[in-house]
C-alpha cells in the first residue's frame, strides 16, 4: 500500500481565534489569508457549546484578488456548491446535541481563483459561542511546506 504524506502538502491558516461569536449580527470577521502557491482552500469551523435553541450561526466565505477588495464568494466556487454555506454554519435546533448541533466542526472547500480569502461567522443571537476558524492549504506549488 503506498503512503501518502499529507504533512508535507498542508498549510493550516488561521482565520479566526477561538472566541465568543459576540453580539446579534455583528459575528466575527476573519483575518484575510494569502492562498498564493497552493491550489487547494478548505474552510474549516469548530462550534462549541451552544445552549440557545433558537440561535443559528451562518458563515460567509469572502474573497478577493486584493485585500481591500473581499466580497462574497458565489456558490458555484463552494464545494459542494449547493447548500455549501448553509452546511457550514449551524441551525437552530433543539435539543442541542454534541457532534451534531454543538461542539462540531464544519467544513466547506473553495474552487475559485481568487488570491485572497477570508470568513465571517455571525449569530442570530447575543451568543457566549465559543467558534473558530482556519483554512487548510493543500495541493502546495512547492513541497515540502514550512511548518
Not at 15 to 27: D, H, K, L, N, R
Not at 43 to 50: K, M, Q
Not at 97 to 109: C, D, I, P, Q
Request: charged residues 10%; hydrophobic residues 40%; positive net charge.
Amino acid at each position: 500500500m503506498h503512503q501518502i504524506d499529507l504533512h508535507n502538502n498542508i498549510k493550516y491558516v488561521r482565520t479566526i481565534s477561538p472566541v465568543a461569536v459576540g453580539t446579534t449580527g455583528t459575528g466575527q470577521t476573519g483575518k484575510i489569508v494569502d492562498r498564493s502557491g497552493y491550489e487547494g482552500v478548505e474552510l474549516i469551523v469548530g462550534y462549541g457549546s451552544i445552549t440557545a435553541t433558537n440561535a443559528t450561526l451562518s458563515v460567509t466565505l469572502l474573497e478577493g484578488a486584493a485585500t481591500g477588495t473581499m466580497t462574497a464568494v458565489v456558490s458555484s466556487a463552494m464545494i459542494p456548491s449547493a447548500g455549501a454555506l448553509a452546511a457550514a454554519g449551524i441551525a437552530a435546533g433543539t435539543p442541542r446535541a454534541s457532534g451534531a448541533n454543538k461542539n462540531v466542526t464544519h467544513r466547506l472547500g473553495y474552487n475559485g481563483i481568487l488570491r485572497y480569502v477570508s470568513a465571517n461567522v455571525k449569530s442570530t443571537v447575543t451568543a457566549g459561542t465559543l467558534i473558530h476558524a482556519g483554512f487548510l492549504l493543500g495541493n502546495p506549488h512547492s513541497a515540502p511546506v514550512a511548518s
